[in-house]
C-alpha cells in the first residue's frame, strides 16, 4: 500500500502511465440550430442514454444522435483519491478538537467505507441533511468550512464528497433546490485554499465543484457568473502546468463543465486562459509549437515527428492527453455559428486541424478532427470553407477516402464532410481561390502566383475587386515582418509586380496603399528570395514609369 501523500510532490512519484482511451458514451437529442452539427466518436458497444449531455433539446424535424465519452479518471486523480480513502482519521480526536460535531460525524460514518447501494439508501432518505453537511444551512457551520484548518481532515471529506456526488445523482440537484441557500459558500473559498502549488485542497475541490455543477447541469447565476468563471480559471492553471497529469486532469474536468450553452460560451469567453492553452498543446502536437505557429503550417516547416504514435504524438503530448483535448474542443464547435469566424480568426483552427487530420495516429482522433471541422465548416461556409480549401483540406479527404477505416460512423463522417467541400469546390473559381487566399492573411505558392494567364484575365478585376479591398489586404500583409515565413513576403512583391505589368495605368492605384515604398524597402531584406521578387516588382514599375515619359 503506498503512503498517503498530503503534497503534489510527494505524489509525483507513485504516478504510472496514463489509462487506455475506453470510456461509456451518452447520447443526447440535437435541437433545430444544431442540425448541421457531426456526433462525436462513440462506442457501440457501450452506449447508454443520457439526452441532456450538451444541453440541445428535441426537433421536431431531426432527432440526432450526440455521443459524448464518460471518461475514466485520470491515473494521477484516481491514485491520489484511493491513497486518500485509505489514510486513517482519528475522528473522535477531531470531534473533541472542534473540527467537527457529534451529529455530523454520525452523518459521515453512515455513508463511509460503506457498499454503493447502502450509501445510496441513506442518503436519498436525508438529501437535505447531507446537502447541509457539506453546504452549511441556517445557522449551521459546514463541515468543510469547520476542518478548513485541519489539511487531512479537509482532504478526507472532498474526496467523500466528491464519491457521494458520483455515486447519489439526487444529491447534486439538492444542493440547489432551496432558492436562498448558497451551495458554493463553503466549498468555493477552497479554490484559494493557500498559494502553496503543492497544496491539494484547490485541487480536490475543483473535483468537487465539477461533480456539482455537472451532476446538477445547473445554470443558475450563482453558477454561470461567478463560480464557473473561478473554476475556469483553476481549470486553466493546470492545463498550463508542465506535469502532464495534471494537465489531463483540467482537460477531463473542461469536458465534464461543457454540459450547455451557458457553460461553452462561458469557456469561450475565457478563451485567453481556456482555449488558448488547449491549442498550443495541440500545436504541439502537430509539431509547431513556438514562435509562429501559424506561419510554419502555412509554409509546411513543421518539426518532424516521433514514429510510432501509441504513447504520444509530436512535441512529447500523450495520446491519451491530445484525445481529451480534442474532445473538448469539439464540445465546444457545438457553438460553431457564433465562435467558428472569431476561433479561426485567432487560432488558425482550420489549418491547424487539416495538419493534425495528416497527422493523426488512431481513428478516434481523426472522427473527433473531422467532426470538429464539419461543425466549424458547415456552419460558416462563406468564411471558412476557402481557409480549407487553401490548407489543402479537398485534396487530403480525396486521400482519406481510400483510407479502410473499421468505424462506420468515421466512415459516415469523413464523407459528409467530403461532400461540403466539394460541393464547396466545384463552383469556385482561381479567382475566388486568390482572392480567399489574401483575405486569409497568408500567402503561399499556390497556383495563381506564377500563372501568366491568371495575371492576365484578372489583374483588372484584383484592382477593382470591392473598390479595391484585395490590394488594401495586400498592403496590410506587406506591412508584416513574416520572421518565420519571410515566403509570403516574396509571394506579395510577385503579385504587385503581376498587376503592375497587367495594368500599369493603375501604378498611382498601388502606390497610394503605400506599395512602391513597402517594395523598395524589401529590397534590403536578408531573404533573397524577397530581394529577388521586389527587384522584378520596382523593375517593372520603373519600367512603365520611363515608358510614360
Not at 444541453?55 to 444522435?65: A, D, I, P
Not at 464547435?333 to 495528416?358: K, M
Request: a negative charge; hydrophobic letters at 40%.
Amino acid at each position: 500500500m503506498l503512503e498517503h501523500p498530503t503534497s503534489l510532490s510527494a505524489f509525483e512519484h507513485h504516478l504510472r502511465p496514463a489509462r487506455c482511451l475506453a470510456g461509456l458514451a451518452k447520447e443526447a437529442p440535437s435541437s433545430t440550430t444544431h442540425h448541421h452539427l457531426i456526433t462525436p466518436p462513440r462506442r457501440t458497444d457501450s452506449l447508454r442514454t443520457h439526452r441532456s449531455c450538451l444541453g440541445l433539446s428535441n426537433s421536431v424535424h431531426q432527432l440526432r444522435h450526440l455521443f459524448i465519452m464518460s471518461l475514466d479518471p485520470p491515473t494521477y486523480l484516481a491514485s491520489l483519491q484511493s491513497n486518500i480513502r485509505q489514510r486513517p482519521i482519528p475522528w473522535d480526536g477531531a470531534v473533541r478538537a472542534g473540527t467537527l460535531t457529534e451529529e455530523q460525524l454520525a452523518k459521515i460514518r453512515a455513508v463511509d467505507k460503506v457498499k454503493r447501494d447502502v450509501r445510496k439508501q441513506v442518503i436519498e432518505a436525508d438529501l437535505d441533511g447531507y446537502k447541509t453537511l457539506f453546504a452549511g444551512n441556517y445557522g449551521k457551520r459546514s463541515v468543510l468550512e469547520l476542518a478548513s484548518k485541519r489539511p487531512d481532515v479537509c482532504q478526507y471529506l472532498l474526496v467523500l464528497l466528491s464519491d457521494l456526488l458520483d455515486d447519489v445523482p439526487a444529491l447534486s440537484k439538492a444542493f440547489f433546490q432551496s432558492e436562498d441557500s448558497n451551495p458554493y459558500k463553503n466549498i468555493l473559498p477552497l479554490l484559494a485554499h493557500s498559494t502553496n502549488t503543492e497544496d491539494l485542497i484547490p485541487l480536490l475541490t475543483s473535483i468537487v465543484l465539477v461533480r456539482l455543477m455537472a451532476g446538477s447541469r445547473d445554470e443558475s447565476t450563482a453558477t454561470a457568473e461567478k463560480a464557473l468563471p473561478m473554476l475556469f480559471s483553476y481549470l486553466a492553471s493546470l492545463t498550463k502546468n508542465s506535469d502532464a497529469g495534471l494537465q489531463d486532469i483540467g482537460v477531463q474536468e473542461y469536458s465534464q463543465l461543457l454540459y450547455s450553452r451557458v457553460c461553452r460560451q462561458q469557456f469561450w469567453k475565457q478563451r485567453s486562459e481556456t482555449v488558448g492553452p488547449l491549442i498550443d498543446i495541440l500545436r504541439a502536437a502537430a509539431g509547431v509549437s513556438g514562435g509562429d505557429a501559424s506561419a510554419n503550417l502555412w509554409s509546411g516547416t513543421t518539426a518532424p515527428l516521433r514514429s510510432g504514435f501509441e504513447a504520444s504524438v509530436g512535441g512529447g503530448v500523450g495520446l491519451q492527453l491530445l484525445y481529451h483535448v480534442l474532445l473538448v474542443l469539439w464540445q465546444l464547435s457545438f457553438e460553431a455559428a457564433e465562435i467558428g469566424d472569431d476561433l479561426n480568426n485567432e487560432y488558425d483552427v482550420v489549418l491547424l486541424y487539416t495538419h493534425l487530420l495528416r497527422l493523426s495516429p488512431k481513428e478516434k482522433t481523426t472522427r473527433l478532427v473531422i467532426a470538429t471541422l464539419y461543425n466549424l465548416l458547415s456552419n460558416n461556409q462563406n468564411s471558412l470553407l476557402p481557409t480549407a480549401v487553401l490548407a489543402r483540406l479537398p485534396q487530403l479527404l480525396q486521400n482519406l477516402s481510400s483510407r479502410q477505416f473499421t468505424d462506420p460512423d468515421l466512415v459516415e463522417d469523413r464523407d459528409k464532410l467530403q461532400e461540403l467541400v466539394e460541393e464547396y469546390t466545384k463552383t469556385k473559381t482561381t479567382f475566388d481561390e486568390y482572392v480567399a487566399e489574401v483575405n486569409s492573411g497568408h500567402l503561399r505558392w499556390s497556383p495563381p502566383h506564377r500563372s501568366t494567364v491568371f495575371w492576365a484575365e484578372n489583374a483588372r478585376k484584383i484592382l477593382d475587386y470591392e473598390n479595391g479591398e484585395i490590394v488594401r489586404k495586400l498592403a496590410e500583409i506587406m506591412q508584416q515582418p513574416w520572421e518565420n515565413d519571410k515566403a509570403v513576403l516574396a509571394i506579395a512583391c510577385n503579385d504587385v509586380g503581376c498587376l503592375v505589368r497587367e495594368v500599369p495605368e493603375k501604378r498611382s492605384q498601388l502606390e497610394r496603399y503605400g506599395l512602391k515604398t513597402r517594395i523598395m524597402e524589401l529590397m534590403g531584406e536578408a531573404d533573397e528570395n524577397v530581394r529577388w521578387e521586389s527587384l522584378r516588382a520596382l523593375g517593372g514599375w520603373l519600367q512603365y514609369s520611363f515608358d510614360t515619359m
